[in-house]
Each structure stands twice: as C-alpha cells, then as structure tokens.
C-alpha cells in the first residue's frame, strides 16, 4: 500500500525525542525566519492558534477578514473564534487560489484583514493583491492586513519572491501532514520586527506553558507516527483508518471541521521538543521541496491525459504541497485505487461556505463547491522511489 502522504522522517528526529532540547523554541524561530527570508518568526502550539493570536493580538475584532472558500476549516474557525466574521471569495478552477478578480467586491469598510492562501504550494499573484488591499485601504481609511497562509506553500515564489517573505504576517502549519512538521505546530514569520515583538509578547501573556506529562505525549505520539507510516505497518494502518472508528476518535478533536472548536491544548506554548524535530526538518526543507517538484514533473510527464480527469498545473515557484486531479466519481476512483494498493486522499472536501456553521451567511462559491467534489489527491512526498512512481503511474494509466 502506497500512502496518501507521508512525513518524512529519520534518525536524527527519532533522536530529540530522548533529549532535554532546552531553547529549542526559540532557536527554532530564528532558523525558521532565516530560512523563509523573515525578520523574525513567533511559534504556536497549531496553525490555526497563531493565526487567532494575531488577530487578537493586532485588535482585529467585530469586523470582516476576507478567506478563500477553498481551504482548511480552521481558518474560518480561527477568525470566528476571535470575534470576527470570515468573508468568502471563491476560487479559480485551474490553480485553486482565490479569484482575484471577485476580491474587490468582497472589500468594505468592515474587512481588517485579507487572508490569501497559497493553496497546494501555488503561489498567488502578490502584486495584485497588494495593489487591490492598498486601494481598499486609501478608500476606507484603516489598515487591512494582508496574512499570507503558506501551510501549503514552504519556500514557494511568485516571480522569484520568495512567497511569505513580504506583507504583513505569513502563517505556516506543522502538524504531521505539512510539508515539513514539528510533530504538531504552528509559525507566524513577520518582515517586520516590532510587529513580531507585539505578537510575541502577546503570546508570552496569553499562552500558557505546557505540562511535561504533554511532552511525553507528543513524544508517544511520534512514535506512533513511525510505526503507523512504515512498510510493514501501513497496510494496518490504513485498515484502521477506513474500516474501523478508531483513528477518527483519537483525532477527533483536531478534525471538527463542522464545529466552531480548537482542541483543548490551542492556548498551550509549542513544547522544546517539538521545535527540536522542526529544526531538524528545517534543514531538510531544500530537499523536500526539490523532491516534490520532481515528482510532480514525473506525473507531469508520466500520466496519460484522460477526457473527463483534470490534472493540476505545473507553475512556476510552485512546490506542490499535494498533487490534485479532479475526477468524476471520485468515491469509485478512490475505492478503485486503494484495490490496487495506492490510498488517494480526497482534498479538501469541503467548501467552507457550505459547512454548517457558515451556510446561513448565504456565500454562493460554485467553483469551490466543485473541487470540494471532485480533486482526489496523488501521493507526491519526498519518501517515493522511482518505483513507487512507475507503479502509480501504471494504475492512473490503466484507467
Ligand atoms: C493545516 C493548515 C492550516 C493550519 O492548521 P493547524 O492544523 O492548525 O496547524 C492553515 N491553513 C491551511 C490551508 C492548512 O492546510
């Protein structure tokens, strides 16, 4: 069985869970925002608990923050959570990025804040966006902030700028199934370092530290992770994932998409010994990234074009976070696939307007709704052989 990602893990991670990692946190921050080109980075204990931290810490509250419909639910969660309202902007069917061109009329003199995401690792036009917030701004006289959600997009460009690196705030998730991970884990990166000062000090007040029996936790949950995502067990593992409740319900307060509700520990401080395992990650990120690339070239290359599938684009600056296709009958193609030894996840299934806890604000995101039933996503992490791809490419093609 192929999985549908895997985190790319060794020795020298394995390694930090034995030891004390004193500092981690910090030192972490800085090698975080040297490598993404920031004047500093601030660590959370989850994507979703920076990204309302910020807000919060910003006094962002009572007003409108404009997101794509197509993203992860935390985000619509994380700006309900801190008092504020999401404003949906459908997206574009052949990148998945929010349509630039319906972010006008999605501006008032409510929004404080333009979250854009660079979904799937490809990057989105900056300068456009930069140019629409800044007329909004003139127009309705108070700074909006642009937050750039780069969960997908670790060392993407736009136009050879690096993406995250420029504007206000940029957000990176580091829970297991990002690109590169810190067990679990969140990151903001400023280019301006009084405004990271001003988030981290509201963090060091409002955040509280976490137990050592947490630490033991994390630790417990990595190693599960090893074992969960190696050869010999995966076979299991994925049995337990689709047949059996149980890995949902160990997960489950990490996976509410249809409830306004973070996990317990979202006000609790990144732990030394996740930002130990992050650090290592960091150092691998060059390779993660060019490893990506050459297997979205291979399938590129590799799959035979089919009448009624939709391949994703190759961009250049984009680094491929996920491999979508839109399919028709996706259920069929996923049950087909698995038979055949290769789990396709389904990304992201969800439009976020539509969840139950949006759809009385009424937003109408047609092309979201559409991918939302239809992408299936290939396995592209860094851990595949040439073999591995062959053999995916030979099922895709077989059809
Ligand atoms: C994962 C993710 C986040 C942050 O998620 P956490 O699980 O809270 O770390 C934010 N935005 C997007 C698009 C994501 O995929």
């Not at 994703?312 to 193609?333: D, I, K, Q």
């Not at 937003?363 to 239809?374: E, G």
Request: aromatic share 12%.
């Amino acid at each position: 069985m192929i999985p549908r990602f895997k985190p790319w893990l060794g020795w020298a991670e394995f390694r930090t869970l034995f030891r004390c990692n004193r500092g981690a946190v910090d030192r972490f921050e800085q090698e975080f925002a040297r490598t993404f080109e920031a004047a500093d980075a601030v660590a959370f204990p989850h994507g979703r608990s920076a990204l309302w931290a910020f807000l919060n810490a910003v006094g962002v509250t009572d007003a409108e923050v404009v997101m794509p419909a197509y993203t992860c639910s935390v985000v619509a969660h994380a700006i309900s959570l801190s008092s504020n309202r999401p404003r949906f902007v459908d997206i574009r069917p052949d990148d998945y990025n929010m349509d630039l061109n319906l972010l006008p009329a999605a501006l008032n003199e409510h929004t404080r804040a333009v979250i854009v995401t660079h979904l799937f690792g490809y990057p989105l036009d900056l300068e456009r966006v930069e140019t629409l917030i800044g007329e909004a701004e003139a127009r309705y006289g108070h700074k909006i902030w642009l937050i750039q959600d780069c969960a997908h997009s670790f060392g993407a460009s736009w136009k050879g700028r690096l993406v995250g690196s420029s504007g206000d705030v940029a957000l990176y998730g580091l829970n297991i199934s990002k690109m590169m991970t810190s067990i679990f884990g969140g990151m903001l990166t400023f280019s301006n370092p009084e405004l990271a000062a001003q988030v981290r000090a509201w963090r060091n007040t409002h955040f509280k530290r976490s137990s050592w029996f947490k630490g033991w936790k994390r630790r417990f949950y990595l190693f599960a992770v090893y074992i969960a995502f190696s050869k010999l067990v995966y076979g299991f593992t994925w049995w337990l994932q689709e047949k059996t409740p149980l890995l949902n319900y160990l997960t489950r307060s990490y996976h509410l998409d249809d409830l306004i509700r973070f996990p317990p520990d979202f006000k609790e401080r990144m732990l030394d010994v996740e930002a130990a395992v992050g650090r290592v990650q960091l150092k691998k990120y060059p390779e993660i990234i060019a490893r990506r690339r050459v297997v979205a070239a291979y399938y590129d290359q590799h799959l035979s074009p089919r009448p009624d599938w939709v391949p994703p684009p190759l961009v250049e600056g984009a680094t491929y976070s996920h491999f979508v296709v839109r399919v028709p009958n996706r259920g069929a193609v996923v049950a087909k696939l698995a038979e055949q030894g290769i789990h396709v996840g389904e990304l992201i299934q969800y439009s976020v307007p539509d969840l139950n806890s949006y759809r009385a604000q009424g937003a109408d995101c047609p092309v979201s709704r559409q991918a939302s039933q239809s992408t299936i996503n290939v396995p592209i992490d860094p851990t595949l052989t040439y073999r591995n791809l062959r053999q995916i490419a030979a099922i895709l093609n077989a059809g």
